[in-house]
């Protein structure tokens, strides 16, 4: 008699060969163009937010993941939208008015994540100094402790620079800030730079956008352009661009004799071709002399998230349509 898996396991085996998504024959050009004004829209998803998600007095530990989630990444967003249409309004307040009230609510229970977007003292103090500059060496101070504990990753989810992003974010709200950040940035750099560059995140060699080294040289580099001469960073750019597959599409993680097909195709945001298009936007504008070949790159991921990206999982941002639909 032949082997036989269990049930549960051959289902998850013949799961892995289903196509990911939809399959989606049309081109670009066979739709029209979006005429209707944006914040319309964006107004109209805010009144939503707000309807389903009201300000309350009090949040759990649970429900409280920096910017990955909850009041914190409300805030946060609000107060980006209000940067970008500074004349909506919603209920009659602007997104501004939102963000306090959704930063003054109590939490309990301390941090889910102890660095990175989801660490919700970091966060918290972000959005606390993006509103009142007076507050930002708070937001140092809790970075600069955070930064001093060793078993940190350097990813962005949970890691360092993920806490680059939000210096960044502070700036943007108040450059006025940039001169008290700017030792703290370099620790940071510094630190993740001597750690690369096979950075891992829980023991493996993920190289997308959230949890990989394309993730963390983006964050790198847009904290310190200067970094574009660097040999690590432009070494393991180049590696990363050779990993691309014919398909457009990009690996989960470092390729190994027991790779899994099914690591090959992930097309999300955080893992695949949606991470990897967004951050090489942004490394292209940096690397002038690799223009062409990240031009290549992602003219060929783009057309791999328009084939599959239209994924049949729920519409969430990290591993969704909604991320691929950036």
């Given at each position: 008699?032949?082997?036989?898996?269990?049930?549960?396991?051959?289902?998850?085996?013949?799961?892995?060969?289903?196509?990911?998504?939809?399959?989606?024959?049309?081109?670009?050009?066979?739709?029209?163009?979006?005429?209707?004004?944006?914040?319309?829209?964006?107004?109209?998803?805010?009144?939503?937010?707000?309807?389903?998600?009201?300000?309350?007095?009090?949040?759990?530990?649970?429900?409280?993941?920096?910017?990955?989630?909850?009041?914190?990444?409300?805030?946060?967003l609000l107060l980006r939208i209000h940067a970008i249409y500074p004349e909506i309004k919603i209920r009659g307040e602007s997104p501004q008015y939102w963000a306090s009230s959704y930063l003054s609510a109590k939490r309990t229970g301390g941090n889910s994540a102890s660095c990175g977007l989801a660490c919700e003292s970091a966060a918290y103090y972000a959005v606390e100094a993006m509103l009142d500059e007076t507050k930002a060496p708070r937001f140092r101070d809790e970075l600069g402790k955070i930064v001093e504990e060793e078993e940190h990753p350097?990813?962005?989810l949970f890691g360092l620079t993920g806490l680059l992003y939000m210096i960044r974010a502070v700036e943007f709200f108040k450059p006025e800030t940039a001169s008290l950040l700017i030792t703290?940035?370099?620790?940071?750099?510094?630190?993740?730079?001597?750690?690369?560059?096979?950075?891992?995140?829980?023991?493996?060699?993920y190289i997308g956008a959230v949890h990989g080294d394309v993730g963390i040289l983006t964050q790198l580099l847009l904290t310190d352009p200067s970094l574009a001469t660097n040999s690590i960073v432009r070494k393991s750019l180049q590696r990363q661009l050779q990993l691309q597959h014919e398909s457009g599409n990009w690996p989960t993680r470092d390729p190994t004799p027991e790779f899994d097909r099914v690591y090959l195709e992930l097309v999300q945001f955080c893992h695949g071709a949606p991470g990897f298009v967004l951050s090489l936007l942004h490394l292209e504008q940096m690397l002038p002399d690799m223009k062409e070949q990240i031009g290549n790159a992602i003219m060929l991921g783009r057309k791999c998230i328009w084939q599959e990206g239209l994924l049949k999982k729920e519409p969430c941002l990290c591993h969704g349509i909604l991320g691929n639909s950036l």
């Amino acid at each position: 008699m032949g082997f036989k898996l269990p049930k549960r396991e051959t289902m998850d085996v013949l799961n892995m060969y289903k196509p990911r998504f939809i399959n989606n024959p049309d081109l670009p050009q066979d739709y029209l163009s979006f005429r209707e004004k944006s914040e319309v829209r964006v107004q109209e998803a805010l009144i939503h937010i707000i309807g389903e998600t009201h300000p309350r007095e009090h949040y759990t530990q649970d429900e409280c993941r920096g910017f990955f989630r909850g009041p914190t990444a409300l805030a946060y967003l609000l107060l980006r939208i209000h940067a970008i249409y500074p004349e909506i309004k919603i209920r009659g307040e602007s997104p501004q008015y939102w963000a306090s009230s959704y930063l003054s609510a109590k939490r309990t229970g301390g941090n889910s994540a102890s660095c990175g977007l989801a660490c919700e003292s970091a966060a918290y103090y972000a959005v606390e100094a993006m509103l009142d500059e007076t507050k930002a060496p708070r937001f140092r101070d809790e970075l600069g402790k955070i930064v001093e504990e060793e078993e940190h990753p350097y990813e962005i989810l949970f890691g360092l620079t993920g806490l680059l992003y939000m210096i960044r974010a502070v700036e943007f709200f108040k450059p006025e800030t940039a001169s008290l950040l700017i030792t703290l940035k370099a620790r940071i750099v510094d630190k993740t730079l001597a750690a690369g560059p096979a950075w891992t995140f829980r023991g493996k060699r993920y190289i997308g956008a959230v949890h990989g080294d394309v993730g963390i040289l983006t964050q790198l580099l847009l904290t310190d352009p200067s970094l574009a001469t660097n040999s690590i960073v432009r070494k393991s750019l180049q590696r990363q661009l050779q990993l691309q597959h014919e398909s457009g599409n990009w690996p989960t993680r470092d390729p190994t004799p027991e790779f899994d097909r099914v690591y090959l195709e992930l097309v999300q945001f955080c893992h695949g071709a949606p991470g990897f298009v967004l951050s090489l936007l942004h490394l292209e504008q940096m690397l002038p002399d690799m223009k062409e070949q990240i031009g290549n790159a992602i003219m060929l991921g783009r057309k791999c998230i328009w084939q599959e990206g239209l994924l049949k999982k729920e519409p969430c941002l990290c591993h969704g349509i909604l991320g691929n639909s950036l």
